[in-house]
């Protein structure tokens, strides 16, 4: 059996590498992965910052994996995570749900945390479907505290590759990476919230119900129709996009 694992993994190497000397999409879009995987900072510096920033107290994640990977670095007292364990089975987590099941034992005062809890930070980083992240950015509004952030991740996916709908499609150029169509909610939250997007770690997005320096509100566009193509050439506006020197400049670091 292992003599077989090992082969198998070989030959995935080995096609790997012949698609990426014969294949110029394929050779482009693995370059632009390498590229995303080595940007600093991460989505827990990011976070990090906006902790600090307003001295947040409360933390709340969704979807959280392995807790090493973000849960874990983030420093504020408070913290509470949400997963339901599909991608990671020890799921050591506090919440062993859906976000969406969360949210609904949470209005119920069904948890063991109130009803009345306003969050400083919440990290949304769950089923990266828009619909899904949709609701996700909707009912974590009602629980954000007046100064907060709502934080999501993979909201700037490199290529249409990596921003495919299904997960399970990994025999593509992006592999096995997957950034979903988060994007898209984030471009129609946009509307709504003052907003910016960290060129990092796939692109962390930054929600906020206030006004504050770097952040934008982009007007409501009957017209869009989110066709990647065109968010792909205008992602500056379309994400408010910005480097992580310029972000923290503006908020005063």
């Not at 940007?39 to 090493?68: C, H, M, S, W």
């Not at 599909?86 to 119920?108: G, I, R, W």
């Not at 769950?126 to 996700?136: M, S, W, Y």
């Amino acid at each position: 059996m292992q003599r077989i694992v090992k082969n198998i993994q070989q030959n995935k190497l080995y096609q790997l590498g012949w698609r990426i000397y014969n294949d110029g999409t394929f050779a482009q879009v693995h370059q632009l992965t390498e590229m995303e995987m080595c940007k600093n900072p991460k989505r827990f510096d990011i976070i990090n910052f906006l902790a600090g920033n307003i001295r947040a107290q409360t933390y709340l994640e969704i979807g959280v994996r392995n807790p090493d990977d973000n849960f874990n670095r983030i420093n504020i007292a408070q913290k509470y995570s949400v997963d339901p364990g599909v991608e990671f089975e020890a799921n050591p987590v506090d919440f062993k749900m859906t976000s969406d099941d969360f949210f609904t034992a949470l209005d119920q005062n069904k948890l063991s945390i109130s009803n009345n809890t306003k969050f400083d930070i919440i990290f949304i980083d769950g089923l990266h479907l828009a619909a899904q992240v949709d609701k996700d950015i909707a009912n974590a509004a009602r629980y954000i505290s007046e100064n907060g952030f709502i934080v999501l991740h993979d909201c700037n996916p490199p290529t249409e590759y990596h921003a495919r709908e299904n997960y399970q499609f990994n025999n593509s150029p992006a592999d096995g990476f997957w950034n979903g169509t988060t994007w898209k909610a984030f471009v129609q939250a946009r509307t709504k919230y003052y907003s910016c997007c960290i060129d990092s770690d796939w692109g962390v997005g930054i929600l906020s119900s206030l006004a504050r320096p770097g952040f934008t509100l982009m007007p409501v566009n009957e017209n869009v129709y989110f066709d990647f193509n065109f968010f792909s050439s205008n992602k500056v506006a379309q994400l408010n996009l910005l480097s992580f020197d310029a972000f923290t400049t503006g908020l005063g670091n």
